[in-house]
């Protein structure tokens, strides 16, 4: 937890953003499947890291290019999206067991959808699990699925303001990586505004600037990835 | 509607897509008021249109090149974000009255937000009603505003598999915007697999390729936009 820079920034599993309409038991029931996963990935030590995002921001890519670049550690991936299997099958092509959760109409993952897809993995050993959510910038921020750390991925094309417009994701994030900075020469962006439009919400999170499609910054991702595995950086508890 | 070209594409206001976790008298609730705002929009011959897409697709951009495009109809815009009032902002900036719902944890607008945000809005007559929705490709599918034209603006950067990895929201577009074309040589984006997507899920939309940044293609929006007013495109009823 960020509770040592003073941003005060709240975490989607704390009380105080249980207050919204979906209900209060929706979410207790959802917090108590997360404290078993919680518990199952500190019993096997097993950094699961929750990636969020818009649709399109690049979370897939930026798996494929882990999986590829990260062959120390043993990966697996759990993909929700509302249907299809492509992103389960992009995974596995790049390398690593996974397993895809189809929501429906569903906007997010939950814990207990989380902690059903882990049981469909294959029974093996691995340091980093990585859950892909379901693309959208709003709802998974709300569902704490037992996660030992939180990643948002977005890219200049979405815009300066997005971290203003949808706090409650920005704020919720430990990792944010600003994706596909290969296309900054053809965008009206203003790296600066952004960052200050961040600053605004989270002053805690680490930002990386990486473009999944060229590998440009990706090193320091798997450093960041390292030393949360290490405990060597925010995570929570 | 679209029952005369044979996809069988639902939408999103009917009895389908209502056994929703969010419950049924949610969605009922709801359409009562969207209901009612159509009736209204009938009354006053105003064409509303809801705006949805994903966060950074360019929504905003899209308004404000088309409200300074189109000096001959009165334009007026219901803006939704979970936070802040710049979009409003940049809609007022462009020439045209707006209000602003912030939805704090709420991921979508809802009948009643926007029936609310009509009174709010100066009393003046308007030919053109643009609701823009909270950047989401999820939940704003299954929200019914009492709307005449469903409107999903997406662009080249988010990928060619979101309209079969997000069903309901392409189903229930009656025209698909492709907005940033300008990105495309810079992008690994295969624009007839894109539309094979597209037609997987929805062979019915008008689609329509265009940059509001650079004005490319607003022609032909503008006339889907007249045609709507006239009813000569398929509305909603």
Not at 4 to 12: D, E, K, L, R, S
Request: contains cysteine; hydrophobic residues 50%; charged residues 20%.
């Amino acid at each position: 937890m960020c509770d040592t820079c003073g941003c005060g920034a709240p975490h989607a599993h704390e009380p105080a953003t249980r207050a919204i309409a979906v209900g209060e038991r929706l979410l207790a029931d959802n917090d108590r499947a997360a404290a078993h996963n919680r518990a199952h990935f500190a019993a096997h030590g097993l950094l699961a890291v929750n990636v969020m995002g818009t649709p399109g921001a690049g979370k897939t890519a930026l798996l494929e290019a882990t999986i590829r670049a990260a062959g120390r550690w043993r990966v697996t991936v759990v993909e929700g999206d509302q249907a299809t299997a492509r992103d389960r099958d992009r995974i596995a092509a790049a390398g690593a067991p996974a397993v895809q959760v189809e929501t429906g109409l569903g906007c997010h993952l939950d814990a207990h959808q989380v902690h059903d897809a882990l049981h469909a993995l294959p029974a093996q050993a691995a340091d980093l699990l990585f859950v892909e959510n379901v693309g959208n910038l709003v709802c998974p921020a709300l569902f704490d699925l037992g996660e030992g750390l939180r990643v948002v991925v977005t890219s200049p094309t979405e815009g300066v303001d997005k971290p203003v417009k949808y706090p409650p994701m920005f704020r919720a994030a430990d990792v944010v990586v600003l994706n596909k900075v290969d296309l900054l020469p053809h965008l009206p962006f203003d790296l600066a505004e952004w960052r200050a439009h961040l600053a605004a919400v989270n002053r805690c999170a680490t930002v990386l600037l990486l473009s999944a499609l060229t590998g440009a910054g990706l090193p320091a991702w798997l450093t960041v990835l390292e030393r949360a595995r290490a405990g060597a950086v925010e995570v929570h508890p």
